[in-house]
């Protein structure tokens, strides 16, 4: 049994940076595949990066792809992702998820309700 706890968020200005935390319990983290997610008020959840546990691979969404990235700590068993040139837009609640299956190189990469284990949120507000 996995467990995930996001935190790291807060409220920044447009342009500022941020690194949400993700710790798993239970289990490492190199055996899964690792995505995050976010839902902004009103809109639609969706996938924001992902990182196979096969190859390392990473994918991020059009949307935050070359602001964003993934790393991590295995020593600390945590995954990060590192936001920067945050804008408006960005603000939402983020969600990080696990699952045994390699969904970060597959059409289910941004269906959260696919992976087995899902952290808390974590909200991120950005202001103009």
């Known amino acids: 049994e996995v467990q995930l706890q996001a935190s790291g968020g807060g409220s920044v200005q447009a342009g500022s940076s941020l690194r949400l935390s993700c710790v798993a319990s239970?289990?490492?983290?190199?055996?899964?595949?690792i995505a995050w997610f976010r839902q902004a008020p009103g809109k639609e959840r969706e996938g924001v990066a992902c990182?196979?546990?096969?190859?390392?691979?990473?994918r991020y969404a059009d949307s935050v792809q070359g602001r964003f990235t993934m790393s991590s700590d295995n020593a600390k068993n945590t995954m990060f992702l590192n936001m920067s040139i945050l804008q408006p837009e960005d603000t939402a609640v983020y969600y990080c998820?696990?699952?045994?299956?390699?969904?970060?190189?597959?059409?289910?990469?941004?269906?959260?309700?696919?992976?087995?284990?899902r952290g808390q949120g974590t909200l991120v507000t950005v202001s103009s």
């Open positions: 990182i196979s546990s096969t190859d390392g691979a990473t």
């Open positions: 239970g289990s490492t983290f190199d055996e899964y595949d």
């Open positions: 998820a696990a699952d045994w299956a390699s969904f970060c190189a597959s059409d289910q990469a941004w269906e959260m309700e696919e992976y087995e284990y």
